[in-house]
C-alpha cells in the first residue's frame, strides 16, 4: 500500500515561498509509469491541480501555477517537493500529495497552510 504524508510549515508570509515534503512509503518514486502529484482545495477555487512529477523527474505544472511553482524529489529518501513562490492570502488551502497523474489513488491526509498579509 502506497502511503503519503506531507510536511512543511502551516504558515508563511506574503511574498514568501511556500515549501511542502511529501514522504512515500510502500513504493519508489522512481518505480517505471508512476506519477506524483501536488493537489490543494480551498473555499475559494475548490480542488485544484498544482502540478506532478514523473517517475523520469519530468515535471508538469498547472498553466495558472507555472510561472510560481517547482516540484523537485529526493529519490534517496524517497520524498518529492513542492515550492510555490510570491505567495499571496489566495493561496491558504489545504495542500495534498497524491500518487497517480489524472486518477489520484492514494492522498496523504493534507496540511493546511495559511499565507499571512
Known amino acids: 500500500q502506497v502511503r503519503l504524508q506531507e510536511s512543511g510549515p502551516g504558515l508563511v508570509e506574503a511574498s514568501q515561498t511556500l515549501s511542502l515534503t511529501c514522504t512515500v512509503s510502500?513504493?519508489?518514486?522512481?518505480?517505471?509509469?508512476?506519477?506524483w502529484t501536488w493537489i490543494r482545495q480551498s473555499p475559494g477555487k475548490g480542488l485544484e491541480w498544482i502540478g506532478y512529477i514523473a517517475f523520469s523527474g519530468t515535471t508538469t505544472y498547472s498553466s495558472s501555477l507555472k510561472g510560481r511553482t517547482a516540484i523537485s524529489r529526493d529519490t534517496s529518501k524517497n520524498q518529492f517537493t513542492l515550492q510555490l513562490n510570491s505567495v499571496t492570502p489566495e493561496d491558504t488551502a489545504v495542500y495534498y500529495c497524491a500518487s497517480g497523474g489524472t486518477y489520484w489513488d492514494s492522498w496523504g491526509q493534507g496540511t493546511q497552510v495559511t499565507v499571512s498579509s
Open positions: 510502500g513504493n519508489s518514486i522512481t518505480t517505471n509509469y508512476l506519477y
